[in-house]
């Protein structure tokens, strides 16, 4: 059975023609499939992936794996020889299982539990990032003759998921933190990290995080104490419903305020998670049913926020990819008829699973027809829960 | 003045055509369906907000798809098309007196209606003793069949109604329908816009025919204007002809024949995606 699906002008600047066609093709093959499910196209990741840090010389990529920590998805990763970046004992249970060796492996959790810190010691991992001067005895005792880096705090205006002040430290207290670690000789600090936010559309917080580490380099420079790597952390964005700057135009930026700031040779870490899967990623869902309630239209999928859009709460917004049954009447529809504005939610019973409000919607949609929601490859699934008896989405690499 | 602007979502760039007058609109079980006037190109004929053909340059498209196949089969007698329910392909095909049985397998009887009424100039000939019309999805009446000399599919674009006919799956019961000599045909969209599709066609081709080929003809009147069409043989290679050229025809010929396909060079660098644009 071939399925037809209303594409606009939107979407095919959001998904490229040859990844529409393959999940298509999938569909169609597989009438009875289950829904909420994720496709990923396999070629878009590889693409990602070796795109990412091509244009930052001296750099290494390590994959944030709570972006989707699919195993099949990491296995791929793995044999294109990226990183790891984890932050708990199930992370790193999951790269043991596909032997990653440990110098493939960070962690940027910067609060730690002594029983991960054991086990990542355990395993061989060199690199540990901290910013409290608690963490700084938990490596000491813990994971001793490590390298630290200091995670500092930088803006975050212009990223769609900001990281709020949950970690960093300014500078004052990173020099104290590093000074410390260095006094105690037992941590050998290495370096400097920085979250710039997720889905940062804003390139000049790269500018001024670089810049601010850079002023840490120095001051660690001046103390005699010498800094080799820069952790530039993740915060690439990718396309939802707005055209984002895409890898290439990013790094070029990047790498040119590296080239303004730093005249010494460092290493160039990056942790990305959304730019790796975030886009190549399908969720294909269902329409459970429709309601009107006094003058609000009412779409029910069977994904919603707990199982798998949780970061619509956060103000992610999904493009939606309607089925569309052949209408057979002749009327000509008028344009108020044609976009009708839709409350989109979850299948649970939680007030708080709605979508996405006001949305514009050129279809008709009807219980049973698929919805497609482009770039859903990350932070869906590994946030998803069986809340309310509703199944987390299975993942399907094409 | 009226316009109409084509809606192929991913074309990046859009056609407007003037309109003089809207003959037919109506809606299938299948699709939409249009046939307007244009003081520029004559009858239009529209599928979903697409155009399929044009009264001034259909001849491109439909000489192109069929007349390479055709020729480079020594003596083409059972020939299946597979959607054309204009009738534009099937005439093309029975310029070849060779011909002896030409199913045309149309999913919507309505286009079938509707260019019979409004497009004579590519129906005219599917009362042809020789044609057997048949209303059905063209992936399942494939398996019905054997002993095919050529397989035609024209249809619309892959993304749509008909992404069966480009599935492994498809490739494979054509496969099986064909002679020891048959060969299969099918336009792969613009190398321009979507080279990527074209690709995949001859990567997905490749996996079951042992000669697959692809050649290209510029049609004005398609986004993207260098349309691509995907060829597999058992046997003969297309790029030569292997029999007399038929009468009537307005561009094919056989130095045509072997001007469409793409230089060797050119075609493995754009295989191998050496060549990006």
Known sequence: MVRKFKISDLHKRIISKKTLFKVLTYIDKNPDLETPLLLIDKEKLVQNAKSLGELIPNSRVFYAVKANSDIELLKILKNMGLGFEIASRGELELLKKLEVPPEKIITSNPVKSPDFIQSLYNYGVKYFVFDSISEIEKLEKWAPGCFGYVRITVPNEGSEWPLSKKFGVELDMAFDLIKRANDLKIISPIGVTFHVGSQCLNPYNWYIAIDKAKRLFDMCKDAGIKLKILNIGGGYPISYTKIAPNIREIEEKISSYLNEKFDEDIEIFIEPGRAIVGDTGIMVSKIIGTAKRDYENWIYLDVGIFNGLMEAIGGIKYLYIFEQTTPVNNKESSFFDRYKKWTVAGPSCDSMDVIEKNVYIDADPKSEQLVLIPSAGAYTVSYASEFNGFPIPKIKIL | ?277
């Open chain 2, 1 to 277: 003045m009226v316009t109409f602007t084509e809606n192929e979502p991913f074309s990046p760039i859009k056609y407007q055509y003037a309109v003089e007058k809207i003959l037919y609109k109506g809606k299938s079980q299948f699709q939409e369906i249009m046939v307007f006037e244009s003081p520029d190109f004559g009858k239009v004929f529209v599928l979903d907000n697409i155009v399929q053909l044009t009264e001034r340059d259909e001849f491109f498209y439909h000489e192109m798809l069929t007349h390479i196949a055709m020729h480079t089969h020594p003596n083409p007698r059972k020939v299946v098309v597979i959607g054309g329910g204009d009738g534009g392909t099937m005439r093309e095909v029975l310029r070849h007196l060779s011909v002896e049985k030409a199913y045309l397998v149309e999913i919507d009887k309505k286009v079938v209606e509707v260019a019979k009424k409004y497009l004579p100039f590519v129906s005219s000939k599917l009362d042809d003793p020789r044609v057997e019309i048949h209303y059905t999805d063209g992936a399942e009446f494939i398996k019905s069949i054997n002993n095919i000399d050529i397989v035609i599919v024209d249809s619309t674009d892959a993304i749509g109604m008909a992404r069966t006919l480009y599935s492994e799956e498809f490739f494979n019961n054509v496969y099986k329908c064909l002679s020891p000599d048959g060969l299969y045909v099918s336009h792969t969209e613009s190398l321009g816009f979507h080279r990527e599709m074209a690709i995949e066609v001859q990567n997905t081709l490749k996996k079951i025919f042992p000669i697959v080929d692809l050649y290209s003809f510029p049609i004005a009147t398609y986004p993207g204007n260098w349309w691509s069409f995907a060829i597999a043989s058992k046997r003969f290679d297309p790029r030569i002809p292997n029999k007399e050229q038929v009468p009537g025809t307005k561009l094919y010929d056989h130095e045509v024949h072997k001007w469409v396909f793409l230089p060797k060079t050119l075609y493995l660098r754009i295989m191998n995606e050496d060549v990006q644009w």
